[in-house]
């Protein structure tokens, strides 16, 4: 069995973080997008399989909403389950903070992030038209909200 564990990423994270999410989306956050979401105090959550540093969220809160920035897994390590263990982490320290709303956007193409969001609880609340670059154009945003319940979960 492999062990799977979460920490709070550190500067030290930043190359081996910007280096996962590149592999995992192109378009996805640089080095400096990690670095300044740190500097602003936003919740970033390394997700490690025996020790290897294996993914990433980035969550933004403001009173009692949450906002998810980023969310990336090691290719090589996608389709196990780790995206799954990384959202219901984030979910879960977002909901400690006094969350009881989460907001992310998500390229429209991006089949796979969009079912796993919607077996969250995830709701479409909205698009933002040609919103993201592709490789010959550009895609909307679909906009997402799951709403929490006041309860807050404990460990
Ligand atoms: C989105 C992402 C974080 C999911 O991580 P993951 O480890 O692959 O996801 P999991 O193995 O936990 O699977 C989560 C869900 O994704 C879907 N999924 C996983 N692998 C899939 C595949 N090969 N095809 C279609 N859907 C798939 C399923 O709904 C799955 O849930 P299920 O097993 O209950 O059906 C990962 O694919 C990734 O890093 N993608 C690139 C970055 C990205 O798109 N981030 C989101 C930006 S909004």
Same mark, same amino acid.
């Given at each position: 069995?492999?062990?799977?564990?979460? $920490?709070?990423?550190?500067? *030290?994270? /930043?190359?081996?973080?910007?280096? &996962?999410?590149? #592999?995992?989306?192109?378009?996805?956050?640089?080095?400096?997008?990690?670095?300044?979401a740190?500097?602003s105090?936003?919740?970033?959550?390394?997700?490690?399989?025996?020790?290897?540093?294996?993914?990433?969220?980035?969550?933004?809160?403001?009173?009692?909403?949450?906002?998810?920035?980023?969310?990336?897994?090691?290719?090589?390590?996608?389709? $196990?389950g780790?995206?799954? *263990?990384? /959202?219901a982490?984030?979910?879960? &320290?977002?909901? #400690?903070?006094?969350?009881?709303?989460?907001?992310?956007?998500?390229?429209?193409?991006?089949?796979?992030?969009?079912?796993?969001?919607?077996?969250?609880?995830?709701?479409?609340?909205?698009?933002?038209?040609?919103?993201?670059?592709?490789?010959?154009?550009?895609?909307?945003?679909?906009?997402?909200?799951?709403?929490?319940?006041?309860?807050?979960?404990?460990?």
């Amino acid at each position: 069995m492999s062990e799977v564990a979460f $920490r709070a990423m550190t500067p *030290a994270d /930043l190359e081996a973080v910007a280096d &996962l999410t590149h #592999r995992a989306d192109p378009f996805g956050w640089t080095l400096r997008n990690f670095s300044d979401a740190h500097a602003s105090g936003n919740t970033l959550t390394v997700l490690t399989v025996d020790g290897v540093t294996s993914g990433i969220a980035a969550v933004m809160h403001v009173l009692d909403e949450s906002e998810l920035l980023e969310i990336a897994v090691q290719p090589a390590m996608q389709g $196990r389950g780790y995206g799954k *263990a990384l /959202l219901a982490q984030a979910i879960a &320290l977002a909901r #400690r903070n006094g969350a009881v709303r989460m907001f992310l956007e998500v390229r429209e193409s991006n089949a796979r992030a969009r079912k796993m969001y919607t077996s969250f609880g995830f709701e479409e609340t909205g698009r933002r038209k040609n919103y993201y670059p592709t490789e010959n154009g550009r895609e909307d945003a679909i906009l997402m909200t799951a709403q929490f319940s006041r309860s807050v979960p404990h460990d």
